[in-house]
């Protein structure tokens, strides 16, 4: 099981404008061709720093942070670059070339890009100077380039640089405070030529009065999909007027272009016929949501926390799954308990199929209320803080706390694989910043052992013997003479 990508939002303070009045923008967005794309094509694996569409991947050449070198045309490293990818997954590092020379930077852990069609959508850091001539430290430009570098358009303007952020096919969702989401449609923007200050962008309101967001991208995006059940966000609101002083809340979804907004349960969901809210508390529910699971184009299963309001104060009862498609309505009855008090963070495993979650520095794996962090129930021991990255056929893979080595172990022993965990890089793995990739049987990542430039490895060519990466892409000038003056001491000595 390859997750597809989620995101779950949290409370940021960000202000739009669609071109910041404080700042003077000065930028100029030429750039030659670099060829045509397969825009037409499905694309694997938007949201982080790593797209495959079709023939060809883009990807984050490099990490280097919040650099205050953003001058259009000037980055190399952390620009996006484009190569060709065979049938086989080979990459031709020498067709490698920058389609967007900005860096691309976000402080948060979601902060990555997508493409959709014929553009690439992305955040980059913005170092306009204001009018006494300081740069700007927290602004970020929300921008568009075509996937064949020829038009770059700036979308729009937020004072943050670690937002929580969201790209669609027609919009940007993002995050202004703990009870609102905001868009920017950028549908009616040229498609044909530059843009600098965001003509043609709109900004509205999306959801208001929330108290938890969910939200995400599909792993495998296919242009004539139609609509998918990743266009939805969801989210749980607040009551608000003459009833608020009630002890609930309303668990919803709404398509991110605003056109269907449902209501999937309420303060009455659970009730039985004759069922009152003066009589029946113990059926009233507040939500929180805690994570998702993309099982198909078609169908979510949502994980959510329920409390009930007992004895004057909030009394959680538990974590729960329900599983659903676009095409039925959301059943109460269909949720599955999985654990008897709140649990926030864990690594969902998709329907019935339980999630894995960390306790006193083991992983366990919990299916239902009978479990009980049993020592049969350990996945991950060693009492080591383990972060699980990716769940993929038979095998778990995760790193430890304070190591940048990647471990896999079966995930079920009871097969009669052996329990041991293997080694399957030895060291380089950033997962400090955006998620690893997994894409397929392989596994992209930011390489510190090699100037923090994107590899892969097969995943599948693992034979107990750790894994050698490949780079992708091309160093700077600097990094590259370092490099063989790095290699050139290791020989002499």
Known sequence: MNRKKVISVVSLIVVLAAVASVLVACNYYKWDSVGAGDSGANVVSNGGYFVQQGGYVYFINGYVGDNAANDWGTPYKQSIMRAKIGADGTIDNSSAVVVVPKSIYNSSVNGGFAVFGDWIYYATPNN??????????????????????TVTQLIATINSRSSEFLFT?????????????YYIDFSGMSTTKAVNNGKGATSGVLIENATSILWGYDADW???????VSDYVFYTQSITGDESYKHYNTLCAVKYDG????TLATFDSYFDEGDTYENSYQKIFTFSLADLYFESDDTVT????KSIYEDS?????GLYSNTFSLTSAFDVKAEKRIAASSITSFFPLGGDRGILVAKDNNTYILKDVTDNYDESDIVIGGERAATVQAVIGDYVYYTVSGGTALYRINLDKATGASPNEDKVIASGVKSDWLSLEFAGNRLYYFNTDDYSYVSYVDLNAYEGKELTATMIGKMTSEDAAAKEEAEKKENEE
Do not use: C, Q, W
């Not at 096919?169 to 989401?181: E, F, G, K, Q």
């Not at 056109?259 to 449902?262: A, E, K, L, T």
């Not at 104060?313 to 009862?317: A, I, L, T």
């Open 313 to 317: 104060s909030s009394k959680s009862v």
């Open 259 to 262: 056109s269907d907004r449902r």
């Open 222 to 228: 296919s242009p004539s999909a139609g609509t998918v």
């Open 302 to 305: 949502l994980y959510y926390n």
């Open 169 to 181: 096919p027609s919009r940007i969702l993002y995050r202004t405070d703990t009870a609102t989401v």
């Open 128 to 149: 306009d100077e204001d009018k006494s001539g300081t740069p700007s430290t927290t602004h970020t430009d929300f921008m568009r380039t075509k996937t064949d570098g």
